[in-house]
């Protein structure tokens, strides 16, 4: 989050960053309004879903 507060200016694509087991995603759109819309995914662990090994 700091990279994002750092470019206070703004961007012109989609920034995104992911744990390493790519268990939650956050992606981050700077709006023409000066405002950062964030959202986030979040996966299951595959085990505790029932799944093998992690892909």
Partial sequence: MEELA???RG?????SRRTND????VP??????GYVG???AL????RAAGG???L
Avoid at 11 to 15: I, K, P, V
Wanted: hydrophobic residues 45%.
């Fill in 6 to 8: 750092a470019d206070f």
């Fill in 52 to 54: 093998g090994a992690p």
């Fill in 43 to 46: 996966r299951p662990w595959p």
């Fill in 28 to 33: 981050a759109v700077f709006r023409s309004s």
């Fill in 22 to 25: 790519h268990d939650l995603t």
């Fill in 38 to 40: 964030l959202t986030w």
């Fill in 11 to 15: 961007w012109d694509c989609e920034w």
